[in-house]
């Protein structure tokens, strides 16, 4: 029989109990969460195969300002999207890391996602550094401040096809970061921190292309932390993972929670 044909699931098996016990020995353990996390609750990954990016150019701001029917397109579009987006569900990927949280071994989510998903599962608000933004708030593009989609909505509901600022006037976006915009300087230094701060790095759905988040588990990394990748494809910094696991993030999560309550109820 050819070894390596018998290979994976085994593999799979013993990185999940290795993944197990990196994060049972862990005291300052930080997530890294990319689309991989959220595609199991239907939120779709915009980068990936078969995303939209694939098929559409990706906004970009200079267009958006410019243009109004670019913002009556785009708020059209949202009036549909956004309830979507809002009625997704955490999946058990998100559960896990909520679980890992209330365990007290969870210090900080660094995530990607702008779909709020980590907060509805049940980790603290504070502890979820959301590097491009949240589609749950909407943001003026002239003065800055932030309205809750939910009620920029229900103005739309109430028939203005492209709402404005209440206070400025300003035209309204989704608060996310778009391509060519810079990151939130705050999130970013509190991610920096984070990573440099923690012993393990537990990157799950990020296909490690973007950055800043595709350099983080290298500064991770020189900081002396351990670094774990568990995504569906290979990425750019396999390399200097620790441990490498190709797998689904709820199911193998799932499993890793589980194993560490099974760990804890030997101990105890
Ligand atoms: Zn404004």
């Given at each position: 029989m050819d070894d390596r044909e018998s290979q994976p699931e085994m593999d799979s098996r013993e990185a999940i109990a290795r993944l197990t016990d990196l994060i049972g020995s862990s005291r300052r353990l930080v997530a890294l969460t990319g689309a991989g996390i959220s595609t199991e609750s239907g939120i779709p990954d915009y980068r990936g195969p078969g995303g939209v990016w694939e098929s559409r150019k990706p906004p970009v701001l200079g267009d958006f300002l410019e243009n109004p029917a670019?913002?009556?397109?785009?708020?059209?579009?949202?009036?549909?999207g956004y309830p979507e987006l809002a009625a997704a569900r955490p999946n058990a990927?998100?559960?896990?890391?909520?679980?890992?949280?209330?365990?007290?071994?969870?210090?900080?989510?660094?995530?990607?996602?702008?779909?709020?998903?980590?907060?509805?599962?049940?980790?603290?608000?504070?502890?979820?550094?959301?590097?491009?933004?949240?589609a749950h708030r909407v943001r003026c593009l002239a003065c800055g401040r932030q309205f809750d989609s939910a009620a920029i909505l229900a103005r739309q509901l109430a028939g203005e096809s492209v709402p404005h600022c209440k206070v400025c006037g300003g035209p309204l976006?989704?608060?996310?970061?778009?391509?060519?915009?810079?990151?939130?300087?705050?999130?970013?230094?509190?991610?920096?921190?984070?990573?440099?701060?923690?012993?393990?790095?537990?990157v799950i759905g990020s296909s490690l292309i973007v950055n800043p988040a595709a350099r983080l588990p290298a500064i991770a990394k020189r900081h002396g932390a351990a670094v774990a990748i568990l995504n569906r494809?290979?990425?750019?910094?396999?390399?200097?993972?620790?441990?490498?696991?190709?797998a689904e993030a709820g199911p193998a999560l799932a499993a890793v929670v589980a194993g560490l309550e099974t760990l804890g109820a030997d101990q105890g």
């Open positions: 670019t913002q009556l397109a785009y708020w059209e579009r949202r009036i549909t990927g998100h559960r896990a890391l909520a679980s890992l949280e209330a365990q007290g071994r969870l210090m900080a989510i660094v995530t990607q996602n702008i779909d709020g998903l980590h907060q509805k599962a049940g980790n603290r608000p504070d502890r979820v550094i959301e590097l491009h933004g949240s976006r989704s608060a996310t970061v778009l391509f060519g915009e810079p990151l939130p300087k705050i999130e970013l230094e509190i991610a920096l921190r984070a990573v440099q701060q923690c012993d393990v790095l537990l494809t290979t990425t750019p910094v396999d390399g200097i993972a620790d441990l490498h696991l190709l």
